[in-house]
């Protein structure tokens, strides 16, 4: 068997690992269960893929989208991969053939819709066969905390008792630390190895845009974008519909994606988009998750999203490649009433208190005059080393003002409640509010008791906000969003430290043209161009999307190394033997007729 590396090498083109894949690769070929968070575009899949292809056996890999499956399949053919996929869409000939290979062995991976994994009659047939491990993707989908569970996935954990000794790994890019623990949980993970890489995605930049004619803001911003792909996140059919027909009737090539239209509606939509006959898809959320598509420039949220993990999985969606890309909100006080209706319709009280809890978070991310990216990872549990300089904030940051002593009241105000109490009821104790409540708890009796009521509420809210977005106290979605301290408040409660923050602003503004990332610089425009439009007569020739033959970011290289030899294509990122030996000459020959 050749090592992971070779393989890496030869079928992928890859130099050298990214950190921690290697970890994973070697985790998992001992044998041992594993659990990976690492952002999208981060490169889960190798963590698996690299395994199936050293080890003997088939690798199971379960994914919770049929539309994904065939683009994944396709991309490791392309790479001399023996995959194959095995789900509802199949015609029956097709089925009995990959049941077939399946048997004699001779699949190195098979994806498995959920549905089908958990039929008796194909457990039944993987008894007896070489399984080499069992990858869970978007493992998130396993937990009631995650943004988007799955009730199909919850039977998964019963196959860790059924695959005694056959390693499984858990794969997901969004998961906060009570979704983590729920996946190990539910799927019955034994002493996996853990690999958790962060969730900066430092290509993208953040932009928050007050909304002020919603709909010539997102054609502006469109078209100052020329033919990149995008999306376009609205909440409700009829709103994907109006801002489709709108586009359209501005001369852009767009087309919605809703529930509401028919499958083969809907199939037709996607596939112009991943072929790149499509610039932009307006969408609900039932549109990105099976999206492989890695040269989408820009994802715009027409409409606040309900938490904060959606938004995060919905924005990595662009610049999947690493490529400098664009995550731009449009955002307006009316879209919280809108959903805040829509959760309290729900018949699980519980469930609806989550969800609420998690809109509040999406609300302070929005309203935050902090770093966007700050925001971001603080809510997952990590902290970046500084300010970000590639978002809106950075980009155009506002007067300061030294909230100090108002910050102190504050913490006192928590700290004299017990941490027991939300916003709401601190800041009323803080304004030296005469409601019901306060008077029943004696809370007029604190110290902290109407020191406030110089500022007005809109002020007390906004730096509780801010506070909570920066870390300094914590929410708790079991008691009812209690306001906890946390250790960041003793520089400035003990030790004299200064609070300054940037004041709020009425209007967030576009933010002007900042740094770019360094990968999109060092190589020939028209070259590349002269690559795409290759790539992308021999994708249609082949009928798949172009990414699949090459993605941008190879094709970039390409631009930029000029490669007059196989062996110094070879030498190039993403060009393993097998493209090699099949667009190899055709390659060479698109730059030498360019450099003439």
């Not at 950190?19 to 999208?40: E, H, I, Y």
């Not at 070489?130 to 943004?147: R, T």
């Not at 995550?327 to 919280?336: E, M, N, Q």
Request: charged share 25%; proline share 5%; with cysteine.
């Amino acid at each position: 068997m050749p090592s992971p590396l070779e393989v890496l090498q030869k079928v992928y083109g890859y130099r050298a690992f990214r950190p921690p894949q290697k970890d994973v690769v070697d985790a998992l070929l001992s044998g041992r269960d594993c659990f990976v968070l690492m952002p999208t575009g981060g490169g889960k899949s190798i963590c698996y893929q690299v395994p199936a292809l050293v080890s003997e056996g088939t690798m199971i890999v379960v994914s919770p989208l049929i539309s994904l499956m065939k683009d994944q399949v396709d991309a490791l053919r392309q790479n001399g991969v023996r995959a194959s996929f095995y789900n509802s869409s199949i015609p029956d000939v097709e089925a009995r053939e990959v049941l077939s290979d399946l048997r004699q062995g001779s699949l190195d991976l098979l994806y498995v819709s959920p549905e089908r994994l958990m039929m008796s009659d194909f457990q039944d047939r993987l008894r007896g066969l070489k399984i080499s491990g069992v990858a869970i993707d978007e493992a998130h989908c396993v937990s009631q905390w995650g943004h988007d569970f799955r009730p199909e996935y919850v039977q998964l954990g019963t196959l860790r008792d059924k695959l005694a000794g056959v390693p499984f790994i858990a794969l997901t890019a969004t998961a906060d630390q009570k979704t983590r623990l729920d996946i190990l949980l539910r799927l019955k993970l034994q002493a996996p190895a853990i690999f958790i890489s962060g969730f900066d995605r430092p290509n993208i930049r953040y932009t928050v845009v007050e909304k002020s004619e919603p709909g010539r803001q997102l054609i502006s911003f469109i078209k100052s974008r020329p033919e990149e792909s995008g999306i376009v996140y609205c909440l409700s059919r009829k709103r994907v519909e109006a801002v489709a027909d709108s586009l359209t009737d501005s001369g852009l090539s767009a087309a919605a994606y809703h529930a509401g239209l028919t499958s083969a509606q809907r199939a037709k939509v996607q596939e112009r988009f991943q072929r790149d006959d499509l610039q932009i898809v307006v969408a609900t959320v039932a549109f990105g998750m099976g999206i492989d598509k890695p040269n989408v420039r820009f994802v715009v949220h027409y409409d606040l999203p309900w938490n904060v993990e959606s938004y995060y999985q919905e924005t990595g969606r662009a610049g999947r490649d690493g490529l400098p890309s664009e995550a731009l909100l449009l955002y307006s006080p009316g879209d919280i009433r809108t959903i805040k209706t829509l959760i309290n319709t729900g018949e699980n009280p519980e469930q609806n208190r989550i969800q609420l809890a998690k809109l509040s978070a999406m609300i302070d991310f929005a309203e935050s005059s902090d770093c966007r990216r700050h925001g971001l990872l603080r809510y997952f549990g990590e902290e970046a080393p500084g300010d970000c300089g590639n978002c809106d904030v950075c980009l155009q940051p506002g007067e300061v003002v030294d909230v100090t002593e108002e910050a102190r009241l504050i913490f006192m105000t928590v700290y004299e409640l017990g941490q027991r109490f939300g916003a709401g009821h601190t800041i009323d104790v803080i304004r030296g509010s005469n409601s019901a409540r306060v008077q029943e708890l004696g809370h007029e009796r604190l110290k902290s008791y109407g020191q406030g009521t110089g500022k007005p509420l809109a002020f007390w809210s906004w730096l509780v906000k801010q506070l909570v977005t920066r870390g300094f106290l914590t929410q708790n979605e079991i008691t009812y969003q209690a306001l906890k301290l946390t250790p960041l408040t003793r520089p400035i409660l003990r030790e004299g430290a200064r609070l300054v923050l940037p004041k709020p602003r009425e209007k967030v503004a576009k933010p002007k043209k900042g740094k770019k990332a360094a990968t999109n610089t060092g190589f020939g425009e028209g070259l590349f161009q002269a690559l795409r439009e290759w790539r992308k007569r021999v994708a249609d020739e082949q009928g798949v999307p172009p990414f699949i033959v090459f993605g941008d970011q190879t094709l970039r290289h390409l631009a930029m190394a000029k490669p007059k030899t196989t062996a110094e294509l070879l030498q190039v990122s993403g060009v393993g033997e097998k493209k090699l030996a099949s667009y190899g000459e055709m390659l060479l020959q698109v730059i030498a007729e360019f450099e003439r």
